[in-house]
């Protein structure tokens, strides 16, 4: 087995959708990025690659390629998915959390999870998505950008 750790951030700014796991959330800020800038996306998939020691998501999908100009990053985390499982790994559970002081995600949340499990291929059950604020403190707090954390667990498939 293996651990994996993945961290992103973006900033927050008028005139882009606000994507989180695949969702569209309405709200009048979305993330700046050269892909769709679904900052929970990016932190799974980078704890993916990492705990298969595979580099991480501007090794695969740098932002100095136009193919990823606004890339839907779930698309991105099936390419991910099946690279691992071309090393020989399964995903076994992720564990994110979102830092952001507005909008609300609490109503997203099963979206959200539904959207990665699907990507990945695997069961609800093994995905976990949380959202907190950090009480008006650092860029999050103050409404300047959006970060997430995500850890995960890879398995060995025997290949």
């Known amino acids: 087995m293996r651990i994996g750790h993945g961290y992103d ?3 927050l700014t008028e005139g882009r959708r606000l994507i989180l796991g695949g969702v569209e959330i309405p709200w009048e800020k979305g993330l700046l990025g050269h892909s769709d800038a679904d900052v929970l ?3 799974v998939m980078d704890a993916l690659l990492g705990a298969a020691a595979l580099g991480d998501i501007g090794t695969h999908f740098p932002d100095s390629d136009p193919a990823y100009a606004g890339a839907d ?3 991105l985390l099936k390419q991910v ?3 691992l499982r071309s090393h020989g790994w399964q995903v076994g559970n992720v564990d994110a959390t979102i830092l952001a002081q507005r909008p609300k995600l609490a109503p997203h949340i099963p979206a959200m999870r539904e959207h990665l499990a699907r990507c990945m291929g695997v069961e609800i059950e093994q995905v976990s ?3 907190t ?3 008006g403190l650092g860029f999050t707090g103050t409404g ?3 970060a997430a954390h995500a850890v995960c667990l890879l398995e060995k498939t025997g290949s």
């Open 9 to 11: 951030v973006h900033r």
């Open 41 to 43: 996306t990016h932190a």
């Open 73 to 75: 990053s779930l698309r």
């Open 81 to 83: 998915t099946r690279l």
């Open 129 to 131: 998505v949380k959202a």
């Open 133 to 135: 604020t950090e009480e």
């Open 144 to 146: 300047e950008g959006m």
